[in-house]
């Protein structure tokens, strides 16, 4: 008879879990190409604000603006993302993907596509539908820390 807490039943555990397998699945498909889901988010939400500010694209991909710097110090190195000062404030810095930062993120959509699918496979197509929206609706309704 167990009286303890039923970790493995736990909604924390789970998520936990389902995060390591999301990661492990995005590695194995990334690995070539040497980027983390933290890179490609980065990467994605700069091509859809391409001069945006460091301190902004933080909070647009859910992620410290401390941690960010150093992400995006890698991305620099790789020759994908380019950070100049802003003419305005020359402290705030702004980013842009280069255009060999376009062709590699190019590279990634298809891999990162089958990441989300394999990532979902186990679940028939309407509960992945269900899953996804339930998931949202769970992240929705946590303020960001």
């Known amino acids: 008879m167990n009286h303890g807490f039923d970790?493995?039943?736990?909604?924390?555990?789970?998520?936990r879990r389902a995060?390591?397998?999301s990661v492990a699945l995005f590695n194995e498909h990334l690995a070539a190409v040497g980027v983390t889901p933290v890179q490609f988010a980065i990467l994605n939400a700069l091509l859809d604000s391409p001069g945006v500010d460091q301190i902004t694209l933080a909070k647009r991909v859910a992620f410290d603006p401390a941690t960010s710097g150093s992400v995006i110090g890698r991305l620099e190195s790789?020759?994908?993302?380019?950070?100049?000062?802003?003419?305005?404030?020359?402290?705030?810095?702004?980013?842009?993907?280069?255009?060999?930062?376009?062709?590699?993120?190019?590279?990634?959509?298809?891999?990162?596509?089958d990441v989300q699918a394999e990532i979902l496979s186990p679940l028939e197509p309407q509960e992945q539908a269900q899953f996804m929206h339930l998931l949202s609706r769970l992240v929705a309704g946590h303020p960001v820390p």
Request: no cysteine.
């Open 7 to 15: 970790f493995a039943a736990a909604p924390g555990h789970l998520i």
């Open 78 to 113: 790789k020759g994908w993302v380019e950070r100049f000062a802003d003419e305005v404030d020359r402290r705030r810095k702004l980013l842009v993907l280069t255009p060999l930062g376009l062709q590699a993120l190019a590279g990634m959509k298809s891999a990162v596509a």
């Open 19 to 21: 995060h390591q397998i």
